[in-house]
């Protein structure tokens, strides 16, 4: 009995040893088969134009790029921030034609994957572009099981790659458009400086000058051939010697005017003395000076602002400039709501509202020391001067001034003009962050601003209500004075050199 159990297990490890080795033989062959059909698929993909190395490979996680990393510069990195596009998340991106105007549809990016008869195990990304123009970006990539069929396939990835558009060189356009180009579509950007080869670099529309920045300018070397022009024509017209050196001081202050309307389509603003802020008829008497000096030059008044102090002579000198002479007006040096409507009422043709220097008078005398965009006290008093014009429908245009950072630049985006230094010119074509209009007439025409009337009374009263607006204009006169003053002991030193022979 024992010896027929021994065969009967004997027996048995027979047949599994033998089925066991079956088994492998059958394994063994199922591999050389899927090495085969392998060997067949890879040498299919390579006659389609597929390369089988690990870059080409798009799995579930992958995320799609529309650029090559390499050829995106740092600051344009997309990621997920409020200027930024994210690739994991279906963020809308603006187009070019987005940015020119409001009403154009916004350009999104979408990746749809569709199933394919052409493909095994291998993501097919398609670009869908509906009829208005814009596109989707999914979170994520999908992958589907598909089977080969080779001459199909081929023919469907040559229509892809034909219809497919260009997102690489759309998105890479509309990442490298600066902050400085948006800007110019919403708002008419004017250079504040007296450097006019500053005003050629960043091609403003508008210029705009005052003492401060003509002394600043009759330093440099390069400038020094006008002052020498305007200390002759002072002599040559004669008078005393107070007189020959304001005639110096109004050519010299034309002459770069007319320098700058070279460099610029629109118009420049040449400033009336501050010390005349207060004398009505001496502000109209040297403003019609100095637009006959333009035009002695062959330039039509048309093309030039004159710039007056708004104090309530200032307006009512630009008044009588507009409605007598049909000199346009460039009210400066305004940091109070009253001001704002007195001019308004004036008729003038532009208002200055100062920004950076209404910051500062916060800074220095309140707590808060610093101030976000949004709640900084000049640009909200532009925006609320803004507001006001658009909803009463009032000519006057808006030009904010007096900018200590871009950050209140893009802030008033949509304003009707902004006067801004070359520094702060220069970051805004390295910055390259997303700027739309937050000024419109549409949302001014919401506002709820009560329609005021202002005669000379009222005007005083609330004008010295506001102690900020007080404090500001007396300071901003007395210090575009105080560069008068210099500019004109540097005059009266040359032309007593001139005069001498040296």
């Known amino acids: 009995m024992q010896l027929d159990n021994q065969a009967e297990g004997d027996a048995a490890a027979v047949d599994i040893?033998?089925?066991?080795?079956?088994?492998?033989?059958?394994?063994?062959?199922?591999?050389s088969r899927s090495k085969e059909e392998n060997d067949r698929l890879r040498k299919l993909l390579l006659d389609l134009g597929f390369k089988p190395d690990r870059e080409s490979q798009i799995t579930e996680s992958q995320q799609l790029s529309l650029l090559d990393p390499g050829e995106i510069?740092?600051?344009?990195?997309?990621?997920?921030?409020?200027?930024?596009i994210s690739l994991c998340s279906p963020r809308c991106i603006e187009s070019d034609s987005d940015q020119g105007s409001p009403k154009d549809s916004t350009l999104n990016q979408v990746v749809e994957n569709r199933k394919s008869d052409s493909l095994s195990t291998k993501a097919t990304e398609q670009i869908k572009t509906k009829h208005d123009g814009e596109y989707y970006v999914p979170s994520e990539t999908t992958t589907h099981s598909q089977t080969i069929s080779g001459p199909k396939s081929?023919?469907?990835r040559a229509k892809k790659r034909q219809s497919r558009p260009d997102l690489g060189t759309t998105n890479k356009r509309r990442k490298m458009e600066t902050a400085l180009e948006q800007l110019k579509k919403y708002t008419v950007v004017v250079a504040d400086t007296g450097d006019f080869n500053a005003i050629e670099e960043y091609k403003p529309q508008d210029a705009t000058t005052n003492p401060s920045l003509i002394l600043a300018a009759t330093k440099m070397p390069a400038y020094q051939h006008l002052l020498d022009q305007a200390i002759k024509y002072g002599i040559a017209k004669g008078g005393t010697e107070q007189e020959q050196v304001t005639n110096t001081m109004d050519k010299l202050f034309v002459s770069f005017g007319l320098e700058i309307l070279k460099k610029i389509p629109g118009r420049v603003s040449t400033e009336v003395d501050a010390r005349l802020s207060y004398d009505k008829d001496e502000m109209v008497n040297r403003a019609l000076g100095l637009i006959a000096l333009y035009e002695e030059a062959g330039i039509k008044k048309e093309r030039v602002l004159i710039k007056l102090s708004s104090t309530w002579e200032g307006i009512q000198a630009g008044r009588e400039l507009e409605e007598?002479?049909?000199?346009?007006?460039?009210?400066?040096?305004?940091f109070s709501f009253a001001q704002a409507v007195a001019c308004a009422e004036a008729?003038?043709?532009?208002?200055?509202?100062f920004v950076g220097r209404i910051?500062?008078?916060?800074?220095?005398n309140t707590a808060q020391k610093s101030f976000e965009a949004h709640e900084d006290p000049g640009v909200l008093s532009v925006t609320k001067i803004y507001n006001y014009y658009k909803k009463y429908e009032y000519t006057t245009v808006v030009m904010g001034a007096s900018f200590r950072n871009t950050g209140e630049v893009k802030a008033l985006a949509g304003c009707d003009l902004l006067t801004i230094s070359p520094a702060l010119l220069g970051e805004l074509t390295q910055d390259h962050s997303t700027v739309t209009?937050?000024?419109?007439?549409?949302?001014a025409k919401s506002c709820d601003l009560e329609k005021i009337h202002l005669d000379e009374k009222d005007f005083r009263w609330?004008?010295?209500?506001?102690?900020?607006?007080?404090?500001?204009?007396?300071?901003?006169?007395?210090?575009?004075?105080a560069d008068a003053v210099k500019l004109e002991t540097m005059i009266k030193e040359k032309m007593l050199s001139v005069k001498n022979g040296q």
């Open 17 to 31: 040893l033998g089925a066991v080795e079956k088994t492998i033989t059958e394994y063994q062959e199922e591999i």
């Open 73 to 84: 510069p740092p600051e344009q990195e997309w990621c997920v921030q409020e200027d930024n």
């Open 154 to 156: 081929k023919r469907t």
């Open 324 to 334: 007598k002479h049909g000199v346009h007006c460039n009210m400066t040096l305004l």
């Open 347 to 353: 008729k003038v043709t532009l208002i200055s509202p």
């Open 359 to 364: 910051m500062d008078w916060y800074k220095e």
């Open 437 to 443: 209009p937050l000024l419109t007439v549409q949302k």
């Open 462 to 481: 609330q004008h010295n209500e506001d102690r900020m607006a007080v404090e500001k204009l007396s300071d901003g006169i007395r210090k575009f004075a």
